[in-house]
């Protein structure tokens, strides 16, 4: 089967769309063949999948969220889609390469169209539109958010989401095509059964080294993209707390991002001590670091599913999350994390505390966090994705 992909999020921003995108084509190419269609952006070396033609087509900034653009079309869109001939349309996104998803399989073809909701647009679009204020102006958004949800993906045979959560949120908003709750698998770097290897260790003295992470430290993490609507303002104020009573914690703020700048001069003028932005880290070498870890925080209350609460899973990390959003079906309170109530830094840094003093608690957790992890290979993504697939087409079909 030849399968066309959409999505209006590339490399060189590194997310869970892009993730999830490389993760079905690397899994699924020897059984599909795949054909990418996205926004060109600035990077010095393209970014290529074996085998897998990727299209790259002309494309404008996106003002309101630095860093992503919204391609436009083009004679090479055009080109491409006479040229590739599709059996099923799989689109990442509800903007202009969503829209080019629609139009390749409603209007120019009749294709089966799946769409995968990443994203919860009702709950962003505040922070796209009002940035720091999006808490005034998202109760006003939201109920547009929901109408232009549901007109954007009426067009499809089948919606699916990275968690039970927003499965729900969907269905209960009146989203008309079938939603089926797809969890996206945790890359194969991180389930590998390595012992500690010499290029781990030094990476991780590089770190240590680098950014003034002493032996003596307890590291707590933070792993993703640095930008408002993920809420880091949470984490610091917390850790702002954890330094007086654990003067040899020490936050480390992995990821890069469109307000890494301003949350660096946000803990300069909390004058935390310990601490680190380390901006970006390539994917692969992202398990060495949350191996320097003790556990993880994750302030943001828009999550879909958190790919990086998994990471960190997969190498023995709890995670101290809110309780809202597609976390909710990863971190069992109690178990392998703490849920906290969102944008509460005195409810996280209690968190923290709890696991800070209690090592049995800790190594407890740190199992738990494991067994999670393990259950999101890329087994059962594949199985679920090939399920999807077959639904697609069937539903189609049927129309």
Known sequence: MKIGIFSDSWVPNLNGVI???????QSLK???????????????????????????????????????????????????????????????????LGYGAVLTARVFNDLPLMNTYHTDLTEYVGHIVGGFQAERITPWLRRFAWIYVRWYYKYSDVVVTPSKTLQQALKSHGVKPPVYSLPNMISSVFLK????????????????????????????????????????????KAFKHIEKSFPNTFLLVVGDGPHLKMYKKQAAELKLNNYAFTGFISHTKLPYVYKIGEFMVTPSDTETQGLTVLEAMSQRLPVIGVAKGGVLDYIQDGENGFLVPPGDHEAFAKAMTKLLNNPDILSTYSEN????????????????????FKITMKIHGSS
């Open 19 to 25: 993730i999830s995108i490389i993760n079905e084509v």
């Open 30 to 96: 020897n059984k599909h063949e795949f054909v990418i269609f996205v926004p060109k952006l600035k990077q010095s070396t393209p970014f290529k999948i074996e085998g897998v033609p990727i299209y790259e087509l002309p494309s404008i900034p996106f003002p309101a969220y630095p860093g992503y653009s919204q391609a436009y079309p083009s004679p090479l869109f055009t080109k491409a889609l006479r040229k590739e001939k599709f059996d099923l349309i799989h689109s990442h996104g509800p903007f202009s």
């Open 193 to 236: 059964n390595n012992q500690d290897s010499r290029e781990e260790e030094e990476f991780q003295n590089q770190i240590r080294e680098k950014f003034g992470i002493k032996s003596k430290n307890r590291v707590i993490l933070y792993c993703g993209r640095v930008s408002y609507e993920k809420k880091l303002e949470v984490i610091l």
């Open 369 to 388: 966090a494991l067994k999670t992890a393990k259950k999101f290979s890329s087994k059962g993504f594949v199985s679920l994705l090939e399920k999807a």
